[in-house]
Nanobody, 115 residues
Framework: QVQLVESGGGLVQAGGSLKLACTASTSITNFNAMGWYRQAPGKQRELVAIVTRGGSTNYADSVKGRFAISRDNTKNTVNLQMNSLKADDTAVYYC?????????WGQGTQVTVSS
C-alpha cells in the first residue's frame, strides 16, 4: 500500500511563503506524474500543480507565477513552494499521482492565509 505524507502547512500572512513537502513510501519514478491538490472549505478538490517524471510542470491559472512544484527522485519527495500567498489559497493541500489514485489520498496539510 502506497502512503503519501504531506507536511509543511501552517498559518501565514497574505504575501508570505510556505514550502510543502510530500514523502512517498515508494519510488515516485513509478508514476508518470505527481501532483499537488487542494480543497478549500465548501469547495471541490482541485489540481494545483503537476510535475512529470521528466520534470515538466504545469499549474492551475490561479497559482501560475506564484507556486513552484519540484520532485526529488532520490528522496521520493515532491515539494510545493508557495509564494505571494493569498487568502484564497487557504485550503487543505494533498499530494497524489496525476491523475489521482483514490487509495493514495493522505491526511493533507492545512494552509491558512490570513488577510
Amino acid at each position: 500500500q502506497v502512503q503519501l505524507v504531506e507536511s509543511g502547512g501552517g498559518l501565514v500572512q497574505a504575501g508570505g511563503s510556505l514550502k510543502l513537502a510530500c514523502t512517498a513510501s515508494t519510488s515516485i519514478t513509478n508514476f508518470n506524474a505527481m501532483g499537488w491538490y487542494r480543497q478549500a472549505p465548501g469547495k471541490q478538490r482541485e489540481l494545483v500543480a503537476i510535475v512529470t517524471r521528466g520534470g515538466s510542470t504545469n499549474y492551475a491559472d490561479s497559482v501560475k507565477g506564484r507556486f513552484a512544484i519540484s520532485r526529488d527522485n532520490t528522496k521520493n519527495t515532491v515539494n510545493l513552494q508557495m509564494n505571494s500567498l493569498k487568502a484564497d489559497d487557504t485550503a487543505v493541500y494533498y499530494c497524489n499521482t496525476s491523475p489521482y489514485i483514490r487509495n493514495y489520498w493522505g491526511q493533507g496539510t492545512q494552509v491558512t492565509v490570513s488577510s
